[in-house]
């Protein structure tokens, strides 16, 4: 059958944008940035996220909390609604929304702290690196002709699109709130990082990058609160309570790093609290439940409106396609997703009741990590296993051994531990 011509592009985008690391021939009319996004959601990686921790486990019994998939599939909700809006390429924008957590390990952040301690003399972890590694090594699609794996081999305008800190670990600054480095590529990743960023600005992030980057930020401070509320971590009426305001803002201003002040970060909570759908208690009825359902809406459509106003008001006409343009966040919103996010992370993850759990999770994958370690290549995945076997030095090996830990759910990665670690009692 003969090679069928390719879809048109979106405005503002350019064959060098759609070219692929390894050419490729389809019979098809299907858009290749409409390839691109079939090929997340049909990669096994994707699928894995159903079981990989958000802010709540899914080991923990609580079964209406959100996961990294349906995380994932709310922030490309957002994203296409912003990409629609600001004029970028829907596909994209929606791939990368979708992408961006695929390289995070079982429990969430607290599991990427484990793996980043090992990993240490060995260029760390970092789950947005590894999202990389992902989508360009790790998930079968495709190959190179000298026989090596190119992942899901996406066009260059969707990594790049997935690519959240476009720097590597010796150029990152540490995140106020985790107090790890954020970096975008491993050392061995550097090939396909150069060339997904080949002409792009000096750690600038594309603008569907931004898209993104704003997309995961608003839907993990409105839905994480709302599951938090939920799960009843947080409760409303506390919240709401003057008599610890001071003490809650100065929680939230510590997590925020000094990105905002006290008074701003007040400010922000006070405008927060006067939304008209605000939850001043929490019983668990339908009406409650639609109360913060609706907070929530109220939530995205303010944040992410007050970015589509100012961005189409900076750019003042010029297509924001690629670096055209930057997204524009006003710093009282941003002061606000701060609030939503810090808040949960202060009841939720700073939760002293909480860091047991924390700590036993980190023992669990760093014991995994040792054992793996010492077995070499005969309890690994097949893949993971020719990786080992191929690795040139200690490092390429132990990034083997990463790799296959990273990729384990929460619930396999206990499965695994009880059949390698545990040692039964006499």
Request: include cysteine; proline fraction near 5%.
């Amino acid at each position: 059958m003969a090679e069928a011509p390719a879809a048109a592009l979106p405005p503002g985008y350019s064959d060098r944008d759609a070219e692929r690391f390894v050419p490729e021939h389809h019979r098809s009319r299907r858009s290749d940035f409409a390839r691109d996004r079939a090929r997340v959601l049909h990669s096994s990686g994707w699928r894995r996220l159903a079981a990989k921790t958000q802010v709540l486990s899914p080991t923990a019994g609580i079964d209406f909390a959100r996961n990294r998939l349906t995380h994932s599939l709310e922030v490309a909700q957002i994203g296409r609604e912003l990409a629609v809006a600001l004029g970028l390429a829907q596909d994209v924008v929606d791939t990368a929304c979708l992408a961006h957590d695929l390289g995070h390990p079982p429990f969430g952040h607290n599991g990427e702290r484990a793996l980043n301690d090992w990993a240490a003399d060995a260029g760390g972890f970092e789950g947005n690196a590894q999202t990389l590694r992902v989508l360009t090594r790790l998930e079968p699609k495709r190959f190179a002709p000298d026989g090596g794996s190119v992942g899901l081999n996406l066009t260059r305008a969707t990594l790049d699109a997935s690519c959240k800190y476009p720097w590597a670990l010796d150029a990152a600054e540490r995140d106020p709130g985790e107090g790890r480095a954020k970096f975008g590529y491993f050392a061995d990743d550097a090939p396909v990082f150069e060339w997904l960023r080949a002409g792009a600005p000096d750690r600038r992030k594309c603008a569907e990058a931004q898209v993104m980057d704003l997309s995961d930020d608003v839907a993990y401070s409105v839905h994480d609160f709302e599951d938090a509320v939920v799960s009843e971590h947080i409760d409303p009426e506390i919240l709401t309570s003057r008599s610890g305001h001071d003490s809650l803002i100065r929680a939230v201003s510590e997590w925020a790093g000094g990105s905002f002040s006290g008074d701003e970060l007040g400010a922000a909570f006070d405008r927060i609290a006067g939304a008209s759908t605000w939850l001043t208690r929490w019983e668990g009825s339908r009406r409650d439940q639609a109360q913060l359902k609706n907070f929530t809406s109220e939530m995205i459509g303010r944040f992410a409106g007050a970015a589509i106003d100012a961005t189409l008001a900076e750019a003042d006409g010029r297509p924001l396609a690629r670096y055209g343009a930057d997204v524009i966040v006003p710093r009282d919103v941003r002061a606000e997703i701060a609030v939503l996010k810090g808040i949960v992370a202060a009841f939720v993850m700073a939760s002293g009741r909480r860091q047991p759990t924390y700590q036993r999770q980190r023992d669990l994958l760093t014991e995994l990590l040792d054992t793996l370690w010492e077995a070499g290549e005969s309890e690994l995945e097949p893949p993971f296993a020719a990786d080992l076997r191929a690795a040139s030095s200690d490092a390429d090996a132990k990034r083997a051994v990463v790799d296959q830990v990273a990729s384990l759910t929460d619930q396999s990665a206990i499965a695994w531990y009880r059949r390698l670690c545990d040692v039964p009692l006499v």
